[in-house]
């Protein structure tokens, strides 16, 4: 007997809450995208990935891959910043280029979930659900990700073009996804791409692979399986090869035996702040107990396992971010916004147990609630701060602007922990911070950082505050490391202007 369904249970209550979230998105990145262009640093990284930009096109000192052992240090792949750069060269500012680019990645990423979703369920308000959450839950708690200069949602948005052209593949004559050579091939160009671009967007790759190694056991037809790893591994190895000849044997060194601490305790720290991930996880479970099964549903099972585990092998280096929860993010959106469609569908010759008997019975705006719980409960506090930074905006975007025209002031070079003042300064890139400290507290030599303490047109630093050391308490040690390394700047210069954020000040030299 055929199976029906019949579309149900996205009423108002569902719909209101579709509205309150786009709402509530469009609320939490506005002063990001309004901010796109204000100097006002939102990360680290920002700085960073701009003078890559640079030394990628040509346009400033140093290879993109230096030596190890130096000031400066690149574990990216080079992709992301030639597309950076040529963007940058065209506005003029690599910033404000790597923050558009991360912006349309982000909304694209959220698009392509959506449309994944579509693919892998029975569609409706589920799949609006699978393009907000992600967006909802970036904006919310890894705000500084929004519209920042960082590859990772552009490296995501290429990786989940791959995932949508594999599981776009028409169903063969047995209804299970004909998977032929041509489809395969361009999944695989297009991972290898996104790796390129980011180097540790691997859970998706991963889950392709066990997905199509079951189907041929299952099967008994290994072709696919095999014209799977041989153009991954066909594609992979001319990247390698490719930046081998480009940059040198210095490309494999840098990105492979990036000096970092691994510590494991940053494993737990790091998942307490990943609460969506939960609540959404709690989602997904109630596809368990449907048959027939999920379209696809084995794929996204295995992303989501592989994407929770990689994650989690990766959050014991110290320096990694929330950016690594965003694979289990995307993957658990999807996951919920099929749970959602599914569940507001009046089955005929479904059968209908366990996990996903509840969900027909709370339907999708229950579902949807409990996804939501994580951002209700802090709701309260994210919108007014949200709301706040939009009508301080221009404030601080002045206040910023007097702090880098004082960097920009001094008479020679200025290093820089957070690199983007330097950047729109004008100054050189002398250090990186974070990745020297680093690589100083594996064994490394301090020589390189003597030798530009006795720089003579060295004229200051911008650091982290001294003050009593609060700025430092942290989770880990990467900030102690840090104060360590600099403890000469703090002890033989003398402080100076304050940034308008009160986190770090520019130390001067005493003449």
């Known amino acids: 007997m055929p199976v029906r369904t019949e579309s149900s249970g996205f009423g108002t209550a569902f719909r209101m809450a579709i509205v309150f979230i786009a709402l509530s998105v469009l609320a939490l990145i506005a002063a990001p995208v309004l901010g796109l262009s204000a100097r006002i640093p939102f990360d680290y990284n920002e700085g960073w990935n701009a003078y890559a930009a640079l030394r990628a096109l040509g346009l400033s000192g140093g290879p993109l ?3 190890p052992g130096g000031l400066i240090a690149n574990n990216y792949p080079p992709l992301s910043f030639f597309v950076t750069g040529v963007l940058g060269w065209l506005t003029g500012d690599m910033i404000i280029a790597g923050r558009i680019i991360a912006l349309v990645s982000l909304l694209t990423s959220a698009g392509l979930a959506g449309a994944v979703s ?15 959450l992600p967006l909802l839950y970036v ?16 490296g995501i948005a290429i990786m989940l073009s791959a995932v949508l052209i594999f599981v776009s593949a028409p169903a063969g004559a047995d ?45 008994r037809d290994w072709r696919p399986f095999g014209v799977w790893l ?8 001319f990247a390698v090869g490719l930046c081998v000849v480009i940059f040198g044997p210095v490309f494999l060194t840098d990105v492979l035996h990036h000096s970092r601490v691994i510590n494991p305790a940053l494993m737990l720290s790091g998942a307490r702040r990943t609460s969506e991930i939960l609540s959404l996880g709690l989602v997904s479970l109630t596809l368990i107990g449907r048959r027939p099964s999920v379209p696809h549903g084995g794929l996204l099972a295995r992303a989501a396992a592989c994407s929770i585990l990689w994650t989690l092998i990766q959050r014991t280096g110290e320096g990694v971010a929330l950016n690594a929860w965003f694979e289990p993010l995307i993957v658990l959106s999807i996951l919920t916004g099929v749970a959602i469609s599914a569940a507001g569908q009046r089955e005929h010759g479904l059968s209908v147990t366990g996990p996903a008997r509840f969900a027909s019975r709370v339907g999708p705006a229950g579902l949807l609630g409990i996804a939501l719980v994580p951002f209700l409960i802090g709701a309260w506090v994210l919108l007014p701060r949200a709301v706040s930074q939009v009508v301080h905006l221009k404030r601080d975007a002045r206040a910023w602007d007097v702090f880098v025209d004082e960097v920009r002031r001094q008479p020679g ?15 050189d890139n002398l250090i990186d911070v974070f990745n020297y400290s680093e690589y100083v507290a594996n064994g490394g030599s301090r020589d390189p950082f003597v030798a530009l303490l006795g720089r003579p047109d060295l ?47 520019l130390y001067l030299p005493v003449r």
Not at 463 to 481: C, K, M, T, Y
Request: hydrophobic share 50%.
């Open 175 to 219: 209804g299970r996804p004909d998977l032929r050579a041509p489809r395969l091939i361009a999944t695989a160009a297009l991972m290898v791409t996104a790796g390129m671009v980011k180097h540790n967007v691997l859970s998706w790759p991963a889950a392709v692979t066990f997905q199509l190694a079951v189907m041929a056991v299952r099967r």
């Open 139 to 154: 904006a919310a708690f890894s705000h500084d990700y929004v519209a920042m200069d960082d590859p990772q949602w552009f």
């Open 65 to 67: 891959y230096p030596a």
């Open 230 to 237: 041989i153009s991954g591994a066909a594609f992979a190895a």
């Open 413 to 427: 070079q200025v290093g820089c922990s957070m690199a983007a003042i330097c950047y729109w300064a004008g100054k």
């Open 118 to 132: 579509r693919r892998c369920g029975p569609g409706g308000w589920g799949v609006a659900a699978a393009v907000l």
């Open 459 to 505: 004229a200051g630093f911008v650091i982290p505050v001294a003050s009593d050391g609060s700025h430092f308490r942290h989770r880990n040690n990467e900030l102690l490391r840090q104060k360590a390394l600099l403890a000469p700047v703090y002890d033989r210069d003398r402080p100076g202007p304050v940034s308008p954020d009160g986190k770090l000040r």
